[in-house]
């Protein structure tokens, strides 16, 4: 898929009150969360964008998307963004799960076909559709719920229709870490001595 028709988010969700700070400004493995989801990103979208409340993500040097309806989850910053995108395709990544390869999203480019949206399923049926694709379209269908006062992402999917794509440790980008949300600060060390462990391994 050309680059050019597709659009990139990180999603960063602003202060954490378990971290008991901004996540996505956070350090890991010399640069913040942040950094790694933009660079990430820029490997399969033509544009990469920071949904963020706080015009301190203006440092990175992408643009900053807010919400344009506050205080409803993550349901917000994926309609701000659907809002702004300007392309057919349009790939989410929350900025803590650092572990996402680009090789995910561009199987989730690939596997979208006709559907509005392309999201990984896991071995159990979890779903994670934050890190997923959404056509453009999808924002009319989000308008609806948000109207209804309903904010919950898995309605949105219900809704839709999506493709399942299949995350197992068949998978040959698999990683037992692969979609690890560090939202905790023991998540933050686990995540690090994982990263430290992974380095060592290597010759």
Do not use: W
Not at 179 to 202: G, M, V, W
């Amino acid at each position: 898929m050309d680059k050019k028709s597709v659009s990139g988010f990180v999603l960063t969700g602003g202060k954490s009150s378990r971290m008991g700070e901004d996540k996505g400004l956070m350090i890991f493995d010399r640069k913040p969360l942040v950094q790694h989801a933009l660079e990430t990103l820029d490997q399969v979208a033509g544009q990469v964008m920071i949904s963020a409340n706080d015009s301190v993500y203006a440092q990175f040097s992408h643009p900053v998307v807010p919400d344009a309806i506050h205080d409803i989850g993550p349901m917000g910053g994926l309609y701000s963004c659907l809002l702004r995108s300007e392309t057919e395709f349009n790939i989410f990544l929350s900025c803590d799960t650092p572990f996402v390869p680009s090789e995910l999203l561009a199987l989730l480019l690939q596997e979208i076909g006709h559907h509005a949206c392309a999201v990984p399923v896991h071995d159990n049926g979890k779903m994670e559709p934050l890190c997923a694709v959404y056509r453009k379209k999808c924002r009319e269908t989000f308008a609806e719920l948000i109207n209804e006062g309903r904010y919950k992402v898995h309605e949105a999917l219900d809704r839709l229709g999506y493709a399942e794509v299949k995350i197992d440790k068949n998978t040959p980008f698999y990683d037992n870490l692969l979609f690890f949300n560090i939202n905790t600060p023991a998540d933050y060390n686990h995540a690090l001595q994982y990263i430290e462990s992974r380095r060592n391994r290597k010759p």
